[in-house]
């Protein structure tokens, strides 16, 4: 019994000295790194600084340009929605050509314009109307963050508009401005609102909330208005 009693006290020596031993040759887990952690829980789609500048001959027609663009899911209230994605370019500028000596216009549609741009930054080359959104099927609003949108004739601004947020549906019939002013650099007028969207039914911005207006003749806060690319009033 005795020789029994010291063999089980030697095996169980044995354990415990091999127990040690492993647990020096096997490393700790390593904990994550703060920018492993970041990078886990970034959009799965992600461009920095993405631009574009589409030419007609020697002249520029449109161009492009934004910080970062990402890709995240849609949220409603508290909760996510699997499947609906937003598609966000921050501080976004887009800037659109005229030019009188080829007998240009003020563009018509701005709906047309914008998506044009965006189609050229993210969607793939030859895609046509393909473009972006075809290409992110998921993707059912893009949100500009914020934004700046000029239109030039002849290299000079005729129109420019700053907002906090643009947002774009997948039909582009309307593009919501949030905190926006509308300026016409060349009179000095400016127009000011917590909502201006762009109707591209009506081919106009429309204001359909409170707003206020100044020139160099004076001020004055009103509601409903509708305001053309040429800076043309008429009430809403």
């Known amino acids: 019994m005795r020789t029994r009693a010291r063999w089980l006290i030697l095996v169980g020596i044995l354990v415990v000295i091999f127990a040690v031993v492993e647990g020096y040759r096997t490393p700790p887990p390593v904990e994550p790194t703060p920018e492993i952690k970041q990078a886990a829980s970034r959009p799965a789609y992600e461009v920095g600084g993405p631009t574009l500048t589409e030419m ?91 934004v700046t949108l000029e239109i030039l004739v002849d290299q000079s601004v005729v129109l420019r508009l700053h907002a906090h947020s643009a947002r774009i549906g997948k039909d582009r019939q309307r593009i919501e401005f949030r905190q926006a002013e ?37 001020h004055a806060v009103a509601r409903g208005l509708r305001v053309g690319l040429d800076f043309a009033f008429s009430p809403l």
């Open 56 to 146: 007609r001959g020697d002249r520029v027609i449109r161009s492009f340009s934004a910080k970062e663009f990402t890709t995240r899911r849609r949220s409603f209230m508290a909760f996510q929605v699997k499947g609906i994605e937003e598609a966000l370019f921050q501080d976004a500028r887009l800037s659109i050509y005229r030019y009188t000596k080829d007998r240009e216009k003020l563009p018509e549609s701005l709906g047309d314009e914008v998506a044009s741009l965006l189609k050229g930054v993210i969607g793939k080359p030859g895609s046509g109307e393909a473009g972006m959104l075809s290409a992110l099927p998921r993707v059912m609003q893009l949100i500009l963050e914020p």
């Open 182 to 218: 509308l300026e016409n650099p060349a009179k000095h007028q400016r127009i000011t609102s917590s909502r201006i969207d762009w109707n591209e039914s009506s081919r106009s911005f429309e204001i359909a909330e409170s707003y206020r207006a100044e020139s160099p003749l004076g």
